[in-house]
């Protein structure tokens, strides 16, 4: 089986609506650029990657000469051939790696007639539990807004009864620390028996950092996730707070995560198959913090059911995954595969048991999210549409106001 040709799709997938985070907002839609490898044997593989346009589409046509005639079944050969640790150095591609590596495991699989997750050691769960990603959010299309304590808590209570969630997670660094924490506590109050967790997105003075983590310790938290910027960072607040802390954002390879162990600063790495270059790296990352005792959940960075699969995978051969993973994935209105979105069940989304990711494009979806990307473009990510002008800075002090409802409808 070899490689004879890399396409590429970037899509526009609407959310029910626009979600707010630290460092600006998702303006009402996921972009994403769907990747398609193709066999000689007629097979096609599947991956994703987070942003696209033209530029994506390109990047993934460059990679054809480098790929074409590859075994897929070569994935030590595909990584250094795509992300060299110091030729990529001058030219990023990890991301484009993680969706090539999605595609060829999925090329495998169905070569074989076997799941992704017998390729990487077999599964030891039917299905992955999930947290009740909660955004604050403006208003849409009869979707409400979510800005205060009691609209926070609606939601999730929405989302609990839909879904199952036992897990709910805050994004915040929108507003001022101490309204997060009264929206937090909210959150606590009102589902005493479930599982919490806040991630600010690292905008937080150490200060600040400090003073959140000390009010929530009595709370029934999974973690404190990137509270503040850097290893150092957390490691400052680790040491002053009873309260486990997590990051996505500063153990995204091998040195950063040795550089953990040996000087622990987060007791969490949430693992990210396209942070990290693929499912593969995810499940040796796993093993290093199997060794060492740090805890491992999944990442969510705003996938659609290609990527969630990925996720999916890993998260059903990991033995030591403990936490309920992240998915932006019940904040989306459609998906790009066959049967819509993936359903909950108790709170989980089962692993898939078809060969490969499992999952398979529904071509007619693809081409009307296709066609929206075109008529709307992409956003840009680290821009709020209700704060013209307002950039963050990190630690961040100019947070939105919390009392002002803010209409950003076209």
Known sequence: MKIVDIRATTVAVPLEAPLRHSNGAHWGRFVRTIVEVEADNGLIGLGEMGGG????????????????????FELEALRFKIANPTASLYNNRTQLLAAVEFACLDLVGQHLGVPAHDLLGGRLRDAVPFASYLFFR??????????????????????????????????????????ELECYRALAEAF???????????????????????????????????????????????????????????????EQLASNVLRRAADVVLLDTTFWGGIRPCVRAAGVCDTFQVGVAVHSSGELGIQLATMLHLGAVLPNLTYAADAHYHQLRDDVIEGGKLPYAGGAIAVPSGPGLGVRLDRDRMARYAELYRETGGYPYDRDPGRPGWYATVPNERFADPAISVDVAP
């Open 53 to 72: 346009g033209e530029s994506a589409e390109s990047a993934f046509r460059a990679l054809v000469p480098y790929l074409k005639g590859h075994n897929p």
């Open 138 to 179: 403006y208003a849409a299309d009869g979707h409400p807004e979510i800005r205060t304590p009691g609209q926070l808590v609606e939601h999730a209570a929405r989302l609990k009864e839909e879904h199952g969630f036992t897990v709910h997670k805050l994004k915040g660094g929108v507003f001022p620390p101490d309204y």
């Open 192 to 254: 005493p028996g479930d599982r919490l967790r806040y991630d600010p997105n690292a905008v937080l003075s150490v200060a600040e950092g400090l003073r959140f983590g000390r009010a929530i310790e009595e709370l029934n938290n999974d973690y404190l996730e990137d509270p503040v910027w850097g290893l150092e960072g957390l490691r400052a607040v680790r040491e002053q707070v009873r309260v486990p802390l997590a990051t996505n954002t500063v153990v995204v390879n091998f």
